[in-house]
């Protein structure tokens, strides 16, 4: 259900974007029976009046194909759209008439009711994988009717981030809200792969140094956690809170000249005290996961016990650059926030880690200051 308040009348509303596109295969009689000629290439259109209601116009009074009348356009507009074959003369001496092409007109008026618009499917392009995701095509009908150029659109739930996604391919300012750190990583995935490097915006309530960190784990491990993760890039295996088997991430990665087997690297964070038993732990789920590379992420500088023991397990080689990578690497938060990041093949050609956005289509420049 989807309820429209508004705080005044002045309120704007764009009624012109309440239609629905006509669906050929499946046209009401009326329309069907009002658009019955077809052209060459199989497009519907009707003939429509080219007279002009007011006889009282001497300037467009003129004869055209033979005919004499008070037409709508000028002799040079007729003749353009004649020489165009948009106007048809079906018989000498018969009044000329317009052909009006379906495919160009607006639709169907949208009842309250909507059922065009399918729902978030397992094979849907836009899919991200997040529970409460929405389709694209509703929040733009939505975004559509309710704002137009440079207005700003708030989502205070934007979630995965669809309304602030449509919203910039729109050319609208935006202002997104969530609980989760797991919400705004996920966006921020989400804009990078639609928009590139055109977007720019502002986040507010992320750590930005360690303090805050410390104080986001004291106050919740788990969301401590998915932004831990979001510092890597890495999307967590589990949204419920509950058992991980070892496991608090994954990033994914292929680096072999011909596709071949997707990699990975596993992760695991830990807000509290350290010591080698983790490194180890972590050493066993790499193996058990056959994975490439293992990265675990403390809040704690790690001891040289634990340091010795990652060098100890060696490297891995990727084939398809050439490089040799740590296989089990320990990154603490405070050289996260210095910038310093896992070290692994590129994860730009294939990343299944988020299911990537499409990429975003609109015509001129993307990115909107948050401010004038």
């Keep these: 259900v989807i309820l429209c308040y508004q705080k005044t009348s002045a309120a704007l509303y764009n009624a012109t974007a309440m239609y629905q596109p006509y669906d050929e295969s499946n046209l009401d009689p009326k329309t069907a029976s009002k658009y019955s000629h077809r052209d060459a290439s199989g497009r519907r259109y009707q003939l429509d009046n080219l007279i002009n209601p007011n006889p009282d116009r001497p300037n467009l009074t003129y004869e055209f194909l033979g005919v004499t009348r008070v037409w709508r356009w000028t002799k040079e507009r007729m003749q353009e759209a004649y020489d165009s074959g948009l106007i048809v003369q079906t018989a000498p001496g018969r009044v000329p008439r317009f052909k009006r092409y379906l495919d160009e007109q607006r639709g169907r008026p949208l009842s309250d009711v ?105 106050q919740d491990p788990f969301q401590f956690q998915w932004w831990a993760l979001g510092l890597v890039g890495a999307r967590p295996v589990e949204q419920r809170k509950g058992a991980d088997k070892g496991i608090d991430g994954r990033l994914y990665f292929h680096d072999e000249a011909k596709a071949g087997q997707t990699k990975q690297v596993i992760l695991s964070v830990k807000a509290g005290s350290t010591g080698v038993a983790h490194v180890r732990d972590l050493r066993g789920v790499v193996d058990r996961e056959k994975a490439q590379i293992g990265a675990l992420i403390t809040m704690h500088e790690p001891t040289q016990p634990m340091r010795a023991e990652a060098a100890s397990v060696g490297f891995y080689d990727s084939p398809g650059w050439g490089t040799r990578h740590p296989r089990l690497q320990i990154l603490t938060i405070e050289e996260l926030l210095d910038g310093k990041t896992i070290d692994m093949p590129p994860v730009g050609q294939v990343s299944v880690t988020f299911k990537k956005a499409p990429k975003a289509k609109a015509d001129g420049p993307q990115q909107l200051p948050l401010e004038d």
């Design 114 to 218: 909507w059922t065009d618009i399918p729902p978030i499917n397992s094979m849907a392009q836009e899919r991200l994988g997040y529970p409460t995701q929405k389709p694209e095509a509703l929040l733009e009908r939505i975004i559509l009717a309710s704002s137009n150029e440079g207005h700003t659109v708030m989502d205070p739930f934007c979630g995965c981030g669809t309304a602030i996604a449509v919203a910039q391919r729109l050319k609208r300012r935006w202002i997104g809200i969530d609980i989760t750190h797991l919400a705004v990583a996920l966006i921020k995935h989400r804009l990078r792969d639609a928009f590139g490097d055109q977007v720019t915006y502002e986040v507010i309530g992320e750590p930005v140094s360690l303090p805050d960190a410390k104080a986001l784990a004291e």
